[in-house]
């Protein structure tokens, strides 16, 4: 048997792992994360904020760049890390750059009531996409409307379908407390995985879909969007699933250290270098994606050193 979560006992998630794996990851040091790039899998270091969230935003400039009209492509993001956003419409305006062809596809969005919240409502991940980059966007360079490709209750299954439709060079995305990228949060432990998480075979095959958050992740929300305020952050959400991320050309990971904690981003660097994938662990499972990347601002790194404040 596992060990029961210390977070949510009925739940999986990191704390049910082997601990002689947990203790290697608080272990490592900061110098040595760069040692755990493999073939597939690259680490790269930032030394300043500006330097990192530039180079995040020209993934989203170069992605767009790339696409023509007889072949789309564009590029998946997230809201967590936000900042590169406006980065992105800053850097095509000045420059002139046309995206009408472009493509962009949204990683989740909040699930309530039965369907997806609305743009006016205040934690609206669409919302945030078009206040901070697509209506920053000169009109005359930004691709239309049907090209922008948002999570809603009634179009997963078009959601789907639009990735063999236009290539998604990049999926970006931040590492949320539960180690998830978008909202690919970990199973209840219930049911047919009640003993055992899924596979990573199982997981893999999961689509965009509702999902029922871990409370991790509702208590992250709470923290980094809500000001604390637990009971209004929603319980379910739309997300990507890992069946669109491994149609993507590369999956690209920003670890800012404002998300995650300095011993989630090496539990989850550990795991993919050395291909441990744990349906407990969402972020492991990229482990078996052939083009992954971190980028870490060096700073964000910390210590998992004890330290009493």
């Known amino acids: 048997m596992r060990p029961l979560s210390k977070v949510a006992p009925d739940w999986w998630d990191y704390t049910t792992l082997d601990p002689e794996l947990i203790s290697d990851a608080a272990r490592l040091e900061a110098g040595d994360l760069a040692g755990l790039s493999r073939p597939g899998f690259t680490v790269k270091f930032y030394d300043t904020k500006e330097e990192f969230y530039t180079a995040e935003a020209l993934e989203y400039v170069h992605a767009f760049m790339t696409s023509t009209e007889d072949e789309p492509a564009g590029i998946c993001g997230p809201i967590g890390p936000t900042e590169q956003l406006p980065l992105v419409a800053r850097i095509i305006n000045d420059l002139g750059i046309d995206v009408r062809s472009a493509h962009f596809w949204a990683m989740d969005e909040w699930f309530v009531d039965g369907k997806e919240v ?16 697509f209506n920053r966007i000169d009109k005359r360079l930004r691709m239309p409307e049907k090209n922008l490709h948002f999570l809603r209750a009634d179009n997963l299954a078009e959601y789907t379908a639009s990735y063999d439709k236009a290539k998604c060079l990049v999926m ?7 180690k998830h990228w978008a909202f690919n949060d970990p199973l209840p432990r219930r049911g047919a995985y009640k003993d055992t998480p899924p596979s990573p075979e199982e997981f893999r095959q999961l689509r965009a879909r509702v999902v029922n958050l871990h409370p991790m992740t509702i208590m992250q ?8 305020v637990v009971s209004e952050v929603p319980s379910q959400a739309l997300s990507v699933g890992p069946y669109e991320t491994w149609k993507c050309g590369k999956v690209s ?14 539990l989850t660097t550990l795991m993919i270098s050395k291909k441990i994938a744990d349906a407990a662990v969402p972020m492991s499972l990229l482990a078996g994606h052939p083009n992954v990347q971190f980028n870490f601002l060096s700073s964000g790194i910390g210590t998992c050193q004890v330290e009493m404040h």
Do not use: Y
Request: charged share 20%.
């Open 118 to 133: 609305s743009p006016d409502h205040p934690l609206s991940f669409r919302r945030a996409d078009m206040d901070l980059c």
């Open 172 to 178: 970006q995305g931040g590492q949320g407390d539960v």
């Open 221 to 228: 929300n709470a923290r980094t969007s809500g000001g604390g």
């Open 253 to 266: 990971i920003w670890h800012a250290g404002t998300h995650d904690n300095a011993f989630g981003m090496r």
